[in-house]
Each structure stands twice: as C-alpha cells, then as structure tokens.
C-alpha cells in the first residue's frame, strides 16, 4: 500500500443491510479517516500484496435521515481487517463488533492522491 489519499466504499455482509464510502489517509502503517456521520483511526501492517490491520470508528454527527439508525447504535467500534492490494487500488474483508454483535463487511480502496 502507497501512503496517500484513498476513497472507501464499505458494503456489509451477511445479509446485514448497510453501507459506509468516505476518505482514509494511509501513511507509514497509521490509517485516519472519515466521512459526513463517522470517523476512524487505527493502524495496519504491509506484506507482499496483502495487508492487514484495525480500526477504532466513531460517529460524530447524527444521521440527517431520523428513519434511519446507525448500525452502531452510536458506540464505539472495533474492526479487523485483511486484504490485498495492486497498483492503486486495495480490497479489505473484515469484521467489526458493535456490542456483544460481530458483522462482517467488504471495502474498496482507491488511491486519489499521494500524501
């Protein structure tokens, strides 16, 4: 993985209905990120092809939607991950656990910019 700007569309599994896209810097194995109702930080290590790490995601704003609710609740959550990466582009399997719950979900990464 290049450090630099990425977009990141998360999609949950498992039949849970959800999805995330937003921004994440990734620099020398610290990633930060967010989008206009969550943000996230953490951390991540590089193979030959594969990486690997984790993530702490918090809301910070409401959704505009009151019919829709946070998979969250609001809490705090935390995600591992692992995946492969080429050229500009990364795909992540993870699972995060909201509670006492684990879900799974599948993000893409593309590269916009270099940091």
């Known amino acids: 993985m290049r450090n630099g700007l990425y977009s990141i569309h998360m999609h949950m599994l498992d039949g849970v209905k959800g999805r995330d896209s937003g921004v ?7 990633l930060l990120g967010g ?8 951390s991540y290590t590089v193979g ?14 409401p ?12 809490q705090e959550v935390s995600s591992g991950f692992s995946g492969t990466f080429a050229d500009d582009e990364a795909e992540v399997f993870g699972t995060s656990l ?18």
Do not use: C, M
């Not at 989008?35 to 953490?42: D, E, K, L, R």
């Open 48 to 61: 030959n092809g594969t990486w690997k790490g984790e993530l702490t995601t918090n809301q910070h704003t």
């Open 35 to 42: 989008g206009p109702y969550f943000w996230s930080v953490g």
């Open 24 to 30: 994440i810097i990734l620099r020398d194995g610290k």
């Open 98 to 115: 909201v509670g006492t719950k684990s879900l799974s979900f599948r993000a893409t990464l593309k590269r916009l910019a270099d940091d």
């Open 63 to 74: 959704l505009a939607d009151p019919f829709l609710r946070p998979l969250s609740g609001g």
